[in-house]
């Protein structure tokens, strides 16, 4: 079978191509291929899949199998064969939206790593609309709404610095700590072997990912909102909505 090329990390941006199929199967929707030159992104790392449409068929499913990406739609498997050429689309304001809430939500990690010196990250994920994403972990003293203003407008001045987001390979996570040192973070959540793609923010951060991100911090304006529901139990839970407009936590 011929060797699938994943593109959407070499180049983001693309959201549309013509591509071969190299692998047809059933589908409890109906049909699964892979194709040799791939745009379209599984589920992982916090960040939903892609969606966008194969011919005229709406995605319905995205899935690492066997090495490779497969993409499943509603339709007969056997109207399919191994080199027939598909038109493949990514929906790009939703993938755009998802680049920068990930990168939000690395930015309000190494904010609030910073201001509370010590929190346990317990969940971070995008919404599937692509709309928000939600931070929360948990730190040995009560959270107030102050400890959310400090963490948001620290945010905020990463955002306006437009710090470049890039991305490299380390040998290993304890390599990567040998050589970024304090910018360096990795979250007990995950256990990594061997080789990792680090995500990195000139300056500020280091971090084991396998997400889409922003080409810089500037992810444009949002509203960060706090759940104080059990903040003085050390819980720090904020939401990161995409705004049109900027939006300044009140509180409420």
């Not at 929190?119 to 009560?142: L, N, Q, Y």
Request: aromatic share 6%; with cysteine; net charge negative.
């Amino acid at each position: 079978m011929t060797q699938q090329k994943n593109l959407f990390y070499s180049d983001p941006d693309l959201t549309e191509i013509r591509s071969s199929i190299i692998g047809v199967r059933q589908h409890a929707f109906g049909t699964a291929v892979a194709l040799d030159q791939n745009i379209v992104r599984a589920a992982g790392d916090g960040e939903p899949r892609d969606v966008g449409e194969i011919g005229e068929m709406p995605i319905r499913s995205v899935e690492k199998q066997d090495g490779m990406t497969w993409i499943a739609f509603e339709d007969r498997q056997d109207r399919y064969s191994v080199g027939d050429v598909v038109n493949l689309r990514v929906d790009a304001g939703h993938r755009d939206s998802r680049r920068r809430l990930h990168t939000g939500v690395h930015l309000a990690i190494r904010c609030a790593c910073n201001h509370f010196g010590d929190i346990r990250i317990t969940e971070a994920e995008i919404a599937e609309d692509a709309i928000s994403a939600r931070v929360v972990g948990k730190v040995d003293r009560p959270v107030d709404k102050a400890d959310v203003g400090f963490v948001d407008r620290a945010m905020r001045s990463a955002v306006l610095k437009a710090y470049p987001v890039t991305s490299i390979n380390a040998k290993s996570v304890e390599h990567a700590e040998r050589k970024f040192g304090p910018l360096f973070r990795v979250s007990d959540r995950h256990a990594f072997k061997g080789k990792v793609r680090l995500v990195c923010m000139d300056n500020l951060d280091v971090n084991p990912c396998g997400g889409l991100h922003h080409p810089d911090t500037n992810i444009g304006a949002y509203e960060m909102k706090a759940d104080l529901t059990d903040a003085a139990s050390g819980v720090f839970d904020i939401k990161i909505n995409l705004a049109q407009c900027w939006m300044y936590w009140c509180g409420d």
